[in-house]
């Protein structure tokens, strides 16, 4: 992508910056391609101003941040240049989002560096959270808090290197739509190349020697890619090319391609993927996330003698037929209109599920054929989650549940709110929750039969409207433990500030298994009632040794894109409806 230069905003920010660093080679910083990578706040720099740079997704006790500080310092000559750490930590792109309010706005940032990703590849978040994550990142930094923006490739690690990987090439495809710096953080070794690559990401972009193209298509045999590597460059290329798989993908391409290009000159290989034959496997792990929606994202790494170059070959199934996703739909009746692009026409279907079904998963798979026969598929799941209801009423923490008799109780034990690793297999321990609407907060009732004294449990809450759940944004959560002497240890998240008076929470062991008894005042989540839309986002998940039950969503953690509707009842019999999402 062309990226149009503005006006001059300064006579000179010096033509060109140089000096001579640590590792021996020079930084340099070109004025004019400066202004054009930071359009914000390039000024300050060159006028030698404050200049403050926050650093997102990198451990506090990191030391390359201080290395960009010099080096940055160096190549512009601006010693009020200062860089920070923001408290977030290494967490999930989501998670640092929910913390922007605490960590980085205060900090009033004229930079941000944003390295995240790692944490997600490792629990085995989306692509799609952690693209919208990020990007929903980049806008508020720029309409709040007025800062520029370098996004940075997570750092492959030993732990899922394929799906850290991946996550780093759509963050590229993210960084060029956007017209933003993308550091080519991948692969940095130490300190010195991590801040060297942000630097870099600063001066015009280099073009890379090598253009990759891919066509996805169905087979006999399942889903196979042909790939078309091109030299770019005005020189002979020599060297090899491997794929690097995500965790659970097997190729029937394993060994390196050697290859010898003149400029122009191309050459081709084909892969497919094994254990995906039939269009169903498509909605089975781990295929249902290799080949999500219908398209792959492959890391082709090009090895000329010790050097690494990794390229992201983004390919979709041709033909190409997807279910348009959607992810805040409500459901008053047992159905749904959903709809299917194929051939390049959107089409509708009606989806219907048990009406007396509080959840529960429907596949989705349908094939699409071109005119020139060939076959594609469209595979995704439709989850819908029966709101929950809360009566109004106070709760007396004690443990016994008195109160709750005529509670309106939600399951967490249906298979749809399993979630556990592949390949394991455990009982599942029956549970239910249930809560109430008082003046000052959410009682909260978890009644369950199995051994569970061990087990350990987080609750979320999202006070936005209705518009706005299952989006990224701050949210507010809590974890809880059971201590022997019967009380519940309870300890809010990071995005809740100040002290919260009146939270507590005690159970009791019973012939079958234990109940459970919570209070969470509404300052808890930044609020002194109940909305008043009347309806608030909610997510309890209850971890059992390996095995996660999440009432609203897919994974062992909270997402604010995986939320359920606490709905405050006007009636004891008020019929509640579905919250619906398209994968």
């Not at 941040?65 to 310092?73: F, S």
Request: aromatic share 6%; charged share 25%.
């Amino acid at each position: 992508m062309m990226i149009t230069r503005r006006p001059t905003l300064i006579a000179l920010l010096l033509s060109l910056l140089t000096t001579t660093l640590a590792c021996g080679q020079p930084a340099t910083l070109d004025a004019e391609a400066l202004k054009t990578r930071l359009p914000r706040n390039a000024k300050k720099l060159a006028e030698k101003k404050d200049y403050a740079v926050v650093v997102i997704g990198a451990e506090p006790a990191a030391t390359w941040p201080k290395e960009l500080g010099r080096r940055l310092i160096a190549a512009t000559g601006d010693d009020k240049v200062t860089v920070t750490v923001a408290a977030t930590g290494a967490c999930a792109a989501e998670d640092a989002a929910a913390l922007l309010d605490r960590h980085v706005v205060p900090a009033k940032p004229d930079l941000a560096v944003v390295m995240l990703g790692e944490t997600d590849a490792v629990q085995g978040r989306t692509v799609e959270a952690y693209l919208e994550a990020q990007q929903w990142l980049v806008g508020q930094l720029g309409g709040r808090c007025g800062a520029d923006v370098v996004l940075c490739q997570p750092r492959l690690g030993r732990d899922r290197p394929g799906d850290i990987a991946e996550l780093g090439q759509w963050l590229g495809v993210l960084a060029t739509r956007k017209s933003l710096p993308l550091a080519a953080t991948a692969e940095a070794a130490d300190d010195a190349a991590v801040a060297q690559a942000v630097l870099d990401a600063l001066a015009p972009p280099k073009p890379a020697p090598l253009s990759v193209g891919a066509v996805l298509r169905w087979t006999a045999g399942g889903p196979r890619a042909r790939l078309t590597v091109k030299n770019v460059s005005d020189a002979a290329r020599s060297g090899r090319l491997s794929l690097l798989p995500r965790s659970g993908e097997t190729f029937d391409q394993t060994e390196p391609l050697a290859y010898r290009l003149e400029p122009q000159a191309t050459v081709e290989f084909d892969v497919g993927w094994l254990g995906c034959e039939s269009g169903a496997r498509l909605l089975a792990y781990p295929h249902s996330r290799l080949l999500s929606g219908g398209r792959a994202m492959l890391t082709i790494v090009d090895t000329v003698d010790t050097v690494r170059r990794l390229y992201g070959v983004e390919s979709h199934f041709q033909p190409e037929a997807y279910w348009l996703r959607n992810d805040g739909e409500v459901a008053s009746e047992s159905r749904l209109r959903v709809s299917i692009e194929a051939g390049g026409r959107t089409q509708a279907r009606e989806i219907s599920w048990p009406e007396d079904s509080d959840v529960g998963r429907v596949r989705l798979l349908e094939p699409a054929v071109d005119r020139e026969g060939g076959l594609g598929w469209a595979a995704t799941e439709l989850y819908y989650l029966r709101f929950a209801g809360a009566p109004n009423g106070e709760t007396s923490v004690d443990g016994l549940l008195k109160e709750w008799a005529s509670a309106r109780w939600s399951t967490l034990s249906d298979p749809a709110q399993v979630c556990a690793r592949p390949g394991v297999t455990a009982a599942v321990p029956s549970l239910r929750w249930a809560a109430r609407a008082g003046k000052r907060g959410v009682g909260v009732a978890i009644n369950g039969r199995g051994s569970l004294r061990d087990d350990r449990f987080s609750l979320a809450f999202d006070p936005r409207t209705m518009a706005l759940l299952g989006t990224v944004g701050r949210t507010y959560w809590l974890d809880g433990t059971l201590r022997p002497d019967g009380t519940v240890a309870l300890t809010p998240g990071p995005t809740v500030t100040g002290e919260v008076k009146g939270l507590t929470g005690a159970w009791r062991a019973t012939e079958q298994g234990l109940d459970v008894e919570l209070f969470v005042p509404f300052s808890l989540m930044s609020e002194t009632q109940w909305p008043e839309e009347q309806d608030l986002g909610f997510a309890l998940i209850w971890q059992h040794g390996d095995t996660a039950l999440n009432w609203s969503g897919d994974n062992s953690w909270l997402s604010p894109r995986e939320y359920g509707v606490l709905h405050r009842l006007a009636t004891a019999h008020e019929t509640l409806p579905w919250a619906v999402r398209v994968r």
